[in-house]
Structure formats: C-alpha cells, structure tokens
C-alpha cells in the first residue's frame, strides 16, 4: 500500500523559508514523476513543482526562481526548498506520483505579512 507522509510545513514570516519533505512508504519516488500541489483556502489544488524521472523539472510560473524541488533516490523521499516565501504561498502542500490516486495527508503552511 502507498503512503506518503509530507512535513516541514510551519509559519513564517514574508521572506522566510521553509523545507518540505515527502516520505514514501514503497520505492515510488524513483520510478515516477512526482509532484508538489497546493490548495489554498477557498481554492483548488493546484500544481506548484514536479521532477520527472530522469530529473528534469517544472515550475508554476509563481513559484519559479524561489521554489525548488528535489529528490533522494536512495530515501525514497521527495523535498520542496521554499524561499522568499509571500503570503500567498499559504496552503495546504501534498505530494503525490504524478497522475496516481494517491496523496498524502498534506502538509500546512502559512507566511505571514
């Protein structure tokens, strides 16, 4: 059964920085594409980062040049280095295998102004 486990979520100020980690229960992280999506409230999920396989990666074009998001094959984890973080970078932050039906129970953050 997959599971993924997201933390490092928090509150922090504007300008501020946050490390997201996503733990997954099975060799997944390896042998998909995987994403970071957030919702806000009041909002749908939305896309912020992937990294394909073979490591190439992509970028909501709000996050770009502050977000990165990166992959340890052999911890089978995925993480989102977050920085100068705005308010509305607020959300919910999940993982998931790109296009799969799983996600985890999601991570908070808030930046405040």
């Known amino acids: 059964q997959v599971q993924l486990v997201e933390s490092g979520g928090g509150l922090v100020q504007a300008g501020g920085s946050l490390r997201l980690s996503c733990a997954a229960s099975?060799?997944?992280?390896?042998?998909?594409?995987m994403g970071w999506y957030r919702q806000a409230p009041g909002k749908q999920r939305e896309l912020v980062a992937d990294?394909?396989?073979?490591?190439?990666?992509n970028y909501a074009d709000s996050v770009k040049g502050r977000f990165t998001i990166s992959r340890d094959n052999a911890k089978n984890t995925m993480y989102l280095q977050m920085n100068s973080l705005k308010p509305e970078d607020t959300g919910v932050y999940y993982c998931?295998?790109?296009?799969?039906?799983?996600w985890g129970q999601g991570t908070q953050v808030t930046v405040s102004s």
């Open positions: 099975i060799i997944i992280v390896r042998l998909n594409k």
């Open positions: 990294i394909a396989t073979g490591g190439s990666t």
């Open positions: 998931q295998p790109v296009g799969s039906a799983y």
